[in-house]
């Protein structure tokens, strides 16, 4: 099945949440990997007079401590970095960067969209980069970055993953699947999408060079970085998104979706091509690169983000109380769409959710447990719909769902994505990202030689937890679709 060898082999992942990161040490005897965590540590945007940006300084500053501590416990045979997508660093022509990066909630992309449209036709856009509209996109970042000084003499750019690669190593590449969140990666080549750019009014030269492919060597950890100086630093599948997909143990001929649940919930198939058709334009389906020149076939979906900032404003309250009292709410709870673009910004979510309730007619959830319910019910709801509409685009009956990410441990939302698709639940594990970046430092190194070896090794390393659909979800869906429109929207859209 896999390489066989005498000793372990170990390898440091960094893996960079929107509210946290970690390292985690991942040791692979040829069989199976084992994870520890050996470094955690909170990811804090900053405010600033001009925007909403990341601390990257210190979120790097916490991942040498991590890497530090993992090549303090054993001899380490590489690292790689996984991040968010869709952020990025401008740089000049000495690799320096122009400016802190921004944060994608920042509200400088709302008019961005319209911008892009008014100069390339969305149809168009789509047809090339296959692409799902978000105003989070790179794409909508950059052209708020027009007329700024750091756009003017941007070189180069690099997604987060690649800024701290180039930290580590001294040499900057763009990886393929992180690129592939900007909106201005080519779908079918997995080249930037040049004649787009150009099209756009963007400059040319951030994007002159070819993005690399997961499993590449980048380079060794310069020597003035204590405890990892000499580390050979690996390219992973630097999106966080890719590198879970690559760990969800799938088997071999199971068409089966997958959920990567966190922060965002992303759910799609693991496809050999891209699907750029009229409908799954419409559909607002996204097109993102995974291991192998593989596509991901995914939407983006607001995910847990809507818990966390309702639990923000119930200062003291933990997650584990709120998913007991989510459990014990009434299941007939209000329902909305948890991707309205108001849910999108920080702020007072519980009123945002009472606003949205009130436009479909119906009364507010009254306690933080019917809070809670109602958001993992409107997000299984949502999933139904994702996966109704990911069958139809592909022709394809999706059997299971396999949940990977922190959400595996919501046993409540688990239990609703399986009574609202009707479709098996299979849970875990719950550090699938660090998983899929540990798994392809092991076939940077030779470990591993093939996508099939990988997934074989994701599911002897996993025990998922697996519910059966349960309960009258139907009705429940109905209801939603009633509420929201979503259904007969998207089918005018494409009738259009």
């Not at 992303?266 to 593989?294: F, Q």
């Not at 595996?408 to 639940?425: F, I, S, W």
């Amino acid at each position: 099945m896999t390489a066989s060898n005498s000793t372990d082999r170990a390898y440091a992942a960094i893996d960079l949440g929107a509210e946290s990161g970690r390292v985690v040490l991942g040791r692979f005897d040829g069989e199976r990997a084992r994870l520890e965590v050996v470094h955690r540590f909170a990811n804090r945007p900053v405010p600033l007079p001009d925007g909403l940006r990341w601390n990257l300084l210190h979120l790097f500053a916490e991942a040498l401590e991590g890497v530090g501590r993992a090549a303090a416990a054993t001899a380490l045979d590489g690292v790689g970095v996984d991040a968010w997508g869709v952020d990025y660093a401008l740089l000049d022509e000495h690799d320096r960067v122009l400016g802190l990066p921004f944060h994608y909630r920042d509200p400088r992309t709302r008019r961005m969209v319209g911008r892009a449209h008014a100069r390339v036709a969305r149809e168009d856009m789509y047809a090339v980069t296959g692409t799902q509209t978000l105003p989070i996109n790179t794409v909508f970042q950059l052209l708020a970055d027009e007329g700024t000084p750091a756009l003017e003499r941007a070189a180069r750019i690099a997604l987060v993953p690649d800024l701290f690669a180039l930290w580590l190593t001294g040499t900057l590449a763009n990886e393929a699947t992180a690129a592939s969140t900007t909106g201005l990666l080519d779908a079918r080549t997995g080249t930037w999408a040049r004649e787009l750019v150009a099209r756009l009014g963007l400059p040319g030269a951030p994007f002159e060079g070819d993005p690399v492919e997961p499993g590449s060597t980048l380079g060794a950890v310069l020597g003035h970085h204590d405890g990892a100086a000499g580390l050979a630093v690996h390219a992973v599948a630097g999106h966080d998104t890719a590198s879970a997909f690559a760990a969800a143990p799938v088997a071999d001929g199971a068409r089966a979706a997958i959920l990567s649940s966190g922060t965002w919930s992303l759910l799609g198939l693991e496809l050999e091509a891209p699907v750029l058709s009229a409908r799954a334009c419409a559909y607002n389906l996204t097109n993102e690169r995974g291991i192998d020149a593989t596509t991901r076939l995914l939407s983006n979906v607001m995910g847990l983000w809507l818990v966390q900032e309702c639990r923000r404003e119930w200062e003291g309250s933990g997650y584990d109380e709120l998913h007991r009292l989510a459990a014990a709410a009434r299941p007939d709870v209000p329902l909305f769409d948890p991707d309205d673009d108001a849910f999108l910004p920080a702020g007072p979510m519980c009123a945002r959710i009472d606003a949205a309730c009130g436009r479909a007619g119906q009364a507010p959830p009254r306690d933080p447990g019917e809070y809670v319910r109602s958001i993992l019910t409107s997000l299984a709801c949502r999933y139904r719909l994702v996966l109704d509409r990911l069958e139809r685009v592909s022709g394809e009956r999706v059997a299971c769902v396999h949940v990977v990410g922190g959400g595996a441990r919501n046993e409540l939302l688990c239990r609703l994505t399986a009574d609202l698709t009707g479709r098996p639940v299979l849970a875990g594990p719950v550090e699938a990202t660090a998983l899929g970046n540990v798994l392809v430092q092991a076939r940077a190194t030779g470990e591993l030689r093939s996508r099939a070896e990988l997934r074989a090794v994701a599911r002897a390393s996993a025990q998922p937890v697996a519910y059966e659909p349960a309960g009258d979800g139907e009705a429940t869906y109905r209801r939603f679709l009633d509420l929201t429109g979503l259904d007969a929207g998207a089918e005018a859209a494409v009738a259009r």
